[in-house]
């Protein structure tokens, strides 16, 4: 099974900063990343699918890049909005495994 | 608008079972792989299956294989998800999600938690 391991686990910032959320795959995964918001009580929302494509509706402030193993999401202003708990998923092998989550707060 | 509707939660004892269910509106249903991811309180998602549009192809998570199966009935615009053999561990908010383009999870029910309690 591909693992998939987020760092950080948590992260502080404040409006208005720019913020990097990495996500590593145990093996090479392709473009097959993709990015979710989730907020308390909700379901999650995809914000980047093929770890570079902004799905329609999400604001040009997020953005993803990377290929292969190492895999990026970055929020260049953070609004109040946006703090929120952040996974990526792999979709190249079965199991489609998610990372562990990033709390933003 | 695109819907998922899920159904079909509740209490179940250990060893006990249950069927999901998630209703599609406002997509073309019979086009779509569809997914169940679960969420367990206060943890991370975890993907659960995948169903191809035909039926084609079927995974699943090695937690659950075996005990759970997942179908689709495209002429009702439904996804189902039988579990049986439940466990303590399988405790959680359920949602179906479908696969869009370049497998992304596009869209999502609003989940249907899953107690299983003694």
């Known amino acids: 099974d591909i693992q998939m391991t987020q760092s950080p686990s948590s992260l502080s910032a404040s409006v208005g900063d720019r913020v990097t959320i990495t996500c590593r795959a145990s093996?090479?995964?392709?473009?097959?990343l993709h990015w979710f918001q989730q907020k308390p009580g909700k379901a999650p929302k995809l914000l980047i699918y093929?770890?570079?494509t902004l799905q329609s509706g999400v604001p040009s402030r997020f953005s993803g890049s990377g290929s292969g193993t190492d895999f990026t999401l970055t929020i260049s202003s953070l609004q109040p909005e946006d703090f929120a708990t952040y996974y990526c998923?792999?979709?190249?092998?079965?199991?489609?495994?998610f990372g562990q989550g990033t709390k933003l707060e | 608008e695109v819907q998922l509707v899920e159904s079909g939660g509740g209490l179940v004892k250990p060893g006990g079972s249950l069927r999901l269910s998630c209703a599609a509106s406002?997509?073309?249903?019979?086009?779509?792989?569809m997914n169940w991811v679960r969420q367990a309180p206060g943890k991370g998602l975890e993907w659960v299956s995948f169903?191809?549009?035909?039926?084609?192809?079927?995974y699943y998570a090695d937690s659950v294989k075996g005990r759970f199966t997942v179908s689709r009935e495209n002429a009702k615009n439904s996804l189902y998800l039988q579990m049986n053999s439940l466990r303590a561990e399988d405790t959680a908010v359920y949602y179906c999600?479908?696969?869009?383009?370049?497998?992304?999870?596009?869209?999502w029910g609003q989940g249907t938690l899953v107690t299983v309690s003694s």
């Open positions: 093929g770890a570079s």
């Open positions: 406002g997509i073309t249903f019979n086009i779509y792989s």
């Open positions: 999600a479908r696969s869009g383009r370049s497998g992304g999870l596009d869209y």
């Open positions: 169903i191809s549009s035909s039926n084609s192809y079927i």
């Open positions: 093996q090479t995964i392709s473009s097959s």
């Open positions: 998923q792999q979709t190249f092998s079965t199991p489609h495994t």
